[in-house]
């Protein structure tokens, strides 16, 4: 697959695009602050420029021109990606949505909100909040990544366990196309199934198929209750168990989340806490509205026979720390070198199988896996943490992201539950789909993208 255009015959330079536009820049600084995200890549070459969008017009005429003159765009959210979907090279310009940023509407009694794609996720919550409701995919990231990019990634997070990812909280988006033509997908309403889902294909299409300009994302009551409970564990097998346990019990946690040992050292070292010497792995497990508590006990009886300790949250600031902890996962273990994250999925009934088989490709390859994991969707984070100057495309790195890919695999699991395919993991892709799944993918960008001058290269 081409990572580049496809038309190799009139693709011109992109400087008459950037000059067009109505806030578009070739500054070096710029062009360097928007060619990579959080994955830990860094493209060779800085894209040829960006253009700040700040309406829909902007998005549109950026289209438009870039149709004209086979330019290819990365569109680019806030940048907080894993999967290096929005790193741009030469070559390519950027569409930077972040300045789309009005919350447009909120509807408390269709519990609907219509926002820009640059909204950021907290953002959204907070707005809802003050009508008693949220927005429930509510990524670690929450406080510095758009909606846009978590609609492009159907983002999960912590409280996906009960409330579902994004896919579930979009309604309706609108989206420019690649020809600069408006699409609407998807409806107000909750149901409705006229014609096909064209608004799910757009949901974890990593910016490959349009632009999205407008979401109607639906909101949810806030919970009437939150019961909170940190376990701690002699080891993440241990932890890992108890959390297929919690499932077994047949209760719906809200929140669910696993973090080994070594993790825990690395963020009480961040934060100045001290996990790590409660235990050697910790889940933090909420259940919430009018039968919190009752689930609590359900969810305490199941994690009883693995667990060395447990503490349940005593007030809104024990639970906010707690929360804190986990959240603080990613930006500690940063501190420790490059960070370069695995996003695997299996079934929930063999976490304690993949946490094993994980520690044992931490052996082989030799390189340092820390493991975190939104344990009732059966979503773990193992995090290679690279010294200065190592590798993550190449070497043990990549040898150990395709065991641990291999892993999950043959355990009927997933190449990435959330964080995309992006530019890193594209080398797997065909193991897991197959040659008809993958062939009818590329069909259908070739339907929406002809051209491929949106996010070449990325996605499938
Ligand atoms: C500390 C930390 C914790 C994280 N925790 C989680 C987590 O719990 N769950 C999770 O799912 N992710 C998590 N992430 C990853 C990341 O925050 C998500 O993938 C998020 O959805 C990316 O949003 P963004 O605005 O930063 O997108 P970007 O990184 O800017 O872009 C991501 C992709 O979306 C596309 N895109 C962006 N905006 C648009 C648009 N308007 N239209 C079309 N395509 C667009 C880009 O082309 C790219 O392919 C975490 C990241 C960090 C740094």
């Not at 931490?362 to 193992?382: K, Q, Y």
Request: a negative charge; charged letters at 20%; aromatic letters at 4%.
């Amino acid at each position: 697959v081409s990572t580049t255009a496809n038309d190799t015959t009139a693709t011109r330079s992109a400087a008459g695009l950037i000059a067009a536009a109505r806030n578009g820049s070739t500054e070096e600084a710029d062009r360097r602050s928007v060619n990579t995200d959080r994955s830990g890549y860094t493209p060779a070459s800085l894209p040829d420029g960006v253009v700040y969008a700040t309406a829909v017009e902007d998005v549109v005429d950026t289209m438009v021109r870039a149709t004209a003159d086979r330019i290819p765009v990365v569109a680019r959210g806030a940048g907080t990606g894993l999967a290096a979907g929005s790193s741009a090279q030469a070559g390519e310009i950027v569409l930077d949505l972040s300045r789309m940023n009005r919350i447009l509407r909120i509807d408390p009694l269709e519990q609907l909100i219509v926002v820009e794609p640059g909204v950021l996720n907290a953002e959204i919550n907070a707005a809802a909040a003050e009508h008693g409701l949220f927005y429930a995919p509510d990524p670690a990231s929450t406080a510095i990544c758009s909606i846009g990019g978590n609609i492009a990634t159907n983002a999960g997070g912590m409280r996906c366990a009960k409330y579902g990812v994004t896919r579930e909280s979009v309604l309706a988006l609108k989206v420019v196309l690649p020809d600069g033509r408006i699409l609407v997908t998807g409806r107000e309403t909750i149901k409705g199934v006229t014609g096909y889902d064209l608004n799910a294909l757009f949901i974890g299409s990593e910016g490959t198929l349009g632009v999205v300009v407008e979401a109607t994302l639906r909101l949810r009551p806030m919970p009437v209750s939150t019961a909170t409970v940190a376990a701690y564990f002699p080891d993440i097998v241990a932890a890992a168990e108890a959390a297929s346990a919690i499932i077994a019990s047949r209760i719906t946690p809200s929140v669910l989340e696993l973090m080994d040992g070594p993790t825990l050292a690395a963020v009480d070292a961040a934060l100045g806490t001290d996990y790590r010497s409660r235990g050697g792995a910790f889940l933090l497990a909420q259940t919430d509205g009018y039968g919190a508590f009752l689930e609590q006990d359900v969810l305490i009886k199941a994690i009883e026979p693995f667990a060395t300790s447990y503490e349940k949250a005593t007030d809104p600031d024990h639970t906010a720390e707690l929360l804190r902890a986990r959240r603080e996962a990613i930006p500690s273990l940063e501190l420790l070198g490059t960070v370069c994250i695995g996003d695997v999925g299996v079934p929930r009934g063999r976490l304690a199988e993949m946490v094993t088989g994980i520690e044992e490709i931490s052996r082989r390859t030799g390189v340092r896996i820390f493991t975190v994991a939104h344990a009732a969707d059966g979503n773990l984070h193992p995090m290679i943490v690279l010294d200065e100057g190592q590798p993550s495309t190449e070497g043990p790195a990549k040898a150990a992201l395709a065991q641990m890919f291999e892993l999950a695999r043959s355990l009927g699991g997933t190449l990435t539950g959330e964080h995309g395919v992006g530019l890193l993991k594209r080398d797997w892709l065909v193991d897991e789909l197959g040659n008809d799944s993958l062939g009818l993918q590329h069909a259908i960008k070739g339907v929406f993208d002809p051209l491929g001058i949106l996010n070449p290269g990325k996605g499938i």
